[in-house]
């Protein structure tokens, strides 16, 4: 496509690069932005020159945060005995969003995955470990998806972590809530089956 | 959604305003971009601010430029007694990509809608008159959408250019090259018999 400005043209360049915008897109949404009020725009622009320059990561849990040691891990009031592993942030905010869980989070960072050479040293295990050595903690809950990227991770930690002392679980898999058992699929059928719950426990849970 | 981040949240806020962009999907780009080299997040964001500071429209034909007069209607080997009229700077985007057509343009940036209170007042109509005025104008071109809207438009500024000495035409109408007949609705399909071309003209067209 030829622009007839080659500010338009590098600015659709740059948001095409975006994941999911192709050339189309980004100059719709360009147009959009020519359209708007320059003082959103320049906002929008401040706030992705902010999101790059001023966001951290935990020190302690890796989670996404604008301070040293993110809200989650500072919040006494949540059980810090408790450390749920998950694979990135969004599943932090996943679980976040239950209210289901007060304990502390850890951040991996991605899976293990030979595939695309990502290997135990690119993820957050070591500080992981210490954590375990150093902190009080007695559970170790893996929340990883359940395919073999997932499944190799938790093994490999799992391994890790044999001789401390605490114990480690893995979260429940199963149909979902509303699910009509004919269509589930026969390894997750099979998995709620495996593992049932007493049904006076299903009750408490509601 | 509950953020661990301010400036995370804050970006979102600002990239999910963005028309067709949820969310979920402000999420899934600001994640991105944290991911990415800060300096290429940089560049999109000047890009942006670039975008919305520096772009401005053409004095003669409306259409968006990095200098006063676009390089369109600054192009001595244009056709300079012919004008197409269009409703926005897309539709110049379009008929370029064609290299069909070697005359100039004109961006009307809308069309009349009473509906959304748009009126001829709104639109780049009076500079279409004063150019026909003063420039050595023979032929001006219609090529906006065939709805309400811009078949209103059509009719409203043939009226006022009515007493000039100049041809007024439209692009035409009709099925697709590629289209079957069997699939064409209706009213193209008539638009294409009433407007139907001798036979040896449609080879040179090829």
């Known amino acids: 496509m030829q622009y007839s400005s080659k500010v338009l043209e590098s600015a659709i ?3 095409a690069k975006l994941p999911g915008i192709g050339q189309r897109t980004a100059l719709r949404l ?3 932005m ?3 009020d320059p ?8 706030s992705l020159r ?16 604008d301070t040293e040691i993110c809200n989650i891990c500072a919040d006494t009031k949540r059980q810090e005995n408790l450390i749920c592993v998950v694979e990135d942030i969004r599943d932090v905010m996943a679980i976040e969003q239950t209210s289901q869980y007060r304990g502390l989070y850890h951040v991996l960072g991605g899976l293990i995955s030979p595939m695309e050479g ?7 295990i ?3 470990v210490e954590r375990i050595d150093n902190e009080n903690i007695e559970e170790v809950i893996f929340a990883l998806s359940s395919n073999m990227e997932g499944d190799t991770t938790t093994f490999y930690i799992y391994k890790r972590l044999s001789e401390k002392e605490i114990s480690v679980s893995t979260i429940a898999r199963g149909l979902a809530v509303g699910d009509a058992l004919e269509y589930a699929d026969e390894i997750t059928l099979g998995r709620s089956l495996q593992h049932r719950v007493p ?4 009750l408490r849970s509601k």
């Open 13 to 15: 360049r740059e948001i």
């Open 30 to 32: 360009a147009l959009h």
């Open 34 to 36: 020519l359209r708007q």
């Open 39 to 46: 003082e959103e725009m320049h906002q929008l622009s401040e």
């Open 50 to 65: 902010h999101l790059v320059d001023d966001v951290v990561y935990c020190k302690k849990c890796h989670n996404i945060s």
């Open 118 to 124: 990502i290997g135990p040293a690119e993820l957050n």
């Open 126 to 128: 070591t500080s992981l």
């Open 199 to 202: 049904y006076e426990q299903s």
